[in-house]
């Protein structure tokens, strides 16, 4: 079956850096995404990754291994505001994608 | 500013009672979804649509409807609301041709069934 995994909560201090970890299986592989939900509010984009490697968008940085099913999100410089639940999501070989059930980040003064 | 809208933030139903969600974007995209999210679980797809008058049924279709008369307008139905569909129901809409595209998210449905 298809699946992801990632951690259900993780905790960090603000200024501090943290990684959040996902591993996929899936049938196919069409690219991993990262999303950003605030609670209450709706999911935003952060990253698409397709090819190996690290993608760095500011703070955000994502790294993919397709050879491994894994992917991480590293947050550098943590502020307040982004305590948030972060979601993984994998495109599977019909396009379809397969979302794990999100890490809560909870960030500390 | 791109925007997917969703029509009732809480909504408070009793068992049995048909359920209307709808969802309007202003983005001109193809494809809209339904998903809903539980707690622990990853969003489930209900059923999406590529194009005016078309649906696919998702992973979970069984209980619900959907209508797509408009290409902004994009309506999820309950024919008889039951307690396990008590959940928050997010819609989302893509650009069409772009299946690696981002999704856009509205701010999600919170459903009760009493």
């Known amino acids: 079956g298809q699946n992801i995994d990632q951690p259900t909560e993780m905790t960090a201090t603000e200024g501090a850096i943290v990684q959040i970890n996902c591993t996929y299986q899936t049938s196919g592989f069409n690219g991993l995404f990262w999303y950003q939900q605030h609670a209450g509010e709706a999911p935003t984009f952060l990253s698409y990754n397709v090819l190996d490697g690290l993608e760095e968008k500011g703070r955000f940085s994502s790294f993919l291994s397709r050879s491994k099913g894994y992917s991480y999100l590293l947050l550098k410089e943590l502020q307040m505001k982004d305590s948030a639940s972060y979601l993984c999501?994998?495109?599977?070989?019909?396009?379809?994608?397969?979302w794990g059930a999100g890490t809560k980040l909870i960030i500390k003064p | 500013d791109v925007k997917v809208t969703q029509s009732s933030r809480y909504l408070v139903k009793r068992t049995g009672e048909k359920v209307f969600l709808e969802c309007v974007q202003d983005?001109?995209?193809?494809?809209m979804f339904w998903y809903r999210q539980d707690p622990g679980l990853g969003l489930r797809l209900i059923y999406f649509s590529y194009d005016v008058k078309m649906k696919e049924k998702g992973d979970i279709p069984e209980g619900y409807s959907v209508s797509r008369e408009k290409k902004e307008r994009f309506s999820l139905i309950l024919e008889s609301a039951s307690t396990n569909q008590t959940s928050m129901y997010l819609c989302?809409?893509?650009?069409?041709?772009?299946?690696?595209?981002?999704?856009?998210f509205g701010e999600g449905s919170r459903l009760t069934v009493l």
């Open positions: 999501a994998a495109l599977d070989s019909n396009y379809q994608l397969i």
């Open positions: 989302a809409s893509r650009s069409g041709g772009r299946d690696t595209g981002e999704l856009f």
């Open positions: 983005m001109d995209h193809e494809n």
